[in-house]
């Protein structure tokens, strides 16, 4: 079937019909980004939909419908799409229009997807975990430090639709950097795709060097003079929380290997080794987390270690003062016996030698317990 036909076919079914007027409604608005907590977020998913051609940014005029129709008949160019959390609903028509795989429909809606790159006909789909540093003002044992959140993209020859889902991770900042770049734009919907991946890895790097102040305050309190008193459950929720961070991170080795070297027709040569370069940085920070995770882990080590040796100091201490409690309680226990006949019990000295005797050990015993340091 022709380009035009899909079209008709397209613009035929009912969900089309709530597409076009989504498009309205979002071009009616003003763009706004949705992370922003000063501003209020539109009514619709739609956050933007623009046309590029040769890297700069063509006039938008008509509906989505209309836009994609003339960017096709151009034979150049393409469209960026940006969504944040749509419906079933909202999505359908967009998914009939760029003839999207059902299954990749389904994820980029549901969300809690790992991080992963998959191949439906010309149309590559990609998931990335978005990460987000959480400011506190002291680590607590239920302290929120890492937010995730995932961005979908599908990027076809003539578009790239983004679905964002979370409250970060805007790619309105990108967006505005790229039309910067020209020439970058020009590159078509894969210069697009790497710019997201870039995006998502530079905030990886930034949010590992925001957590690695709060391990270097734990290992700093740790190592304290009080450092046995530390809340373990600080460690705990930090460990919980790199764990967050990984599990973000790690998956997306393989989609970015992929992209940097399998051939895929939508993915310019050229562009490949910018994902090179961006797979670098993502190595860079897997060897950052499973550092800070070696280092979380002795961490807690030494103060387990720390909570041991405090709680022998103790136990030796209650031996000591128990051993110098011991020798007046043997002594006198001896002299309670009130048998008729012990010979000191009528001695003239008997009761000062006694108390001499115990004074006498006790010290001994005193001054060796402070010499060993037990006391």
């Known amino acids: 079937m022709s380009m035009a036909g899909n ?5 035929s079914l009912g969900t089309v019909g709530g597409l076009r007027k989504v498009a309205r409604l979002a071009r009616r608005r003003p763009r706004v980004d949705l992370s922003h907590p000063a501003r209020s977020p539109l009514g619709s998913s739609v956050v933007n939909c623009v046309s590029y051609r040769e890297g700069a940014r063509v006039p938008a005029s008509g509906d989505l419908v209309d836009i994609v129709e003339r960017v096709r008949k151009r034979g150049d160019g393409f469209v960026w799409l940006g969504l944040h959390e749509p419906t079933d609903e909202e999505f359908a028509g967009i998914a009939e229009l760029f003839e999207l795989h059902p299954l990749a429909v389904e994820d980029a809606v549901e969300a809690h997807q790992r991080p992963k790159l998959e191949r439906y ?5 990609a998931v990335f975990k978005t990460v987000c540093y959480v400011e506190h003002e002291e680590l607590t044992a239920t302290s929120e430090v890492v937010d995730t959140g995932e961005i979908m993209v599908f990027t076809g020859e003539d578009f790239v639709i983004t679905v964002r889902h979370g409250r970060h991770g805007s790619l309105g900042p990108l967006r505005e950097e790229l039309e910067s770049q020209p020439e970058q734009l020009a590159k078509g919907p894969a210069a697009v795709l790497h710019a997201i991946a870039d995006h998502v890895v530079d905030d990886y790097l930034s949010v590992t060097d925001s957590v690695q102040a709060d391990i270097d305050q734990v290992e700093t309190d740790v190592f304290a003079e009080a450092g046995a008193r530390v809340d373990p459950g600080r460690i705990y929720q930090l460990k919980r929380e790199l764990l967050e961070l990984k599990r973000a991170v790690a998956p997306l080795a393989r989609p970015l290997d992929e992209l940097a070297t399998k051939p895929l027709r939508v993915i310019d040569p050229e562009i490949q080794a910018y994902f090179r370069d961006v797979s670098d940085h993502l190595l860079r920070v897997r060897e950052q987390i499973a550092s800070f995770d070696e280092l979380i882990n002795s961490i807690l080590q030494a103060h387990l270690a720390q909570v041991t040796v405090a709680q022998n100091e103790d136990m030796r201490k209650i031996t000591a003062w128990a051993a110098l409690v011991a020798v007046p309680t043997m002594v ?10 012990m010979p000191e019990l009528h001695w003239k000295f008997g009761y000062p ?13 005193y001054r060796g317990f402070r010499r060993n340091g037990w006391l």
Do not use: P, Q, W
Not at 121 to 125: I, Y
């Open 353 to 365: 030698l006694v108390i001499g005797v115990i004074a006498v050990a006790c010290l001994s015993l």
């Open 332 to 341: 006198c226990g001896v002299y309670g016996m009130n048998f008729e006949h």
């Open 7 to 11: 079209l008709r076919k397209v613009t």
């Open 121 to 125: 006909d010309e149309t590559l789909f």
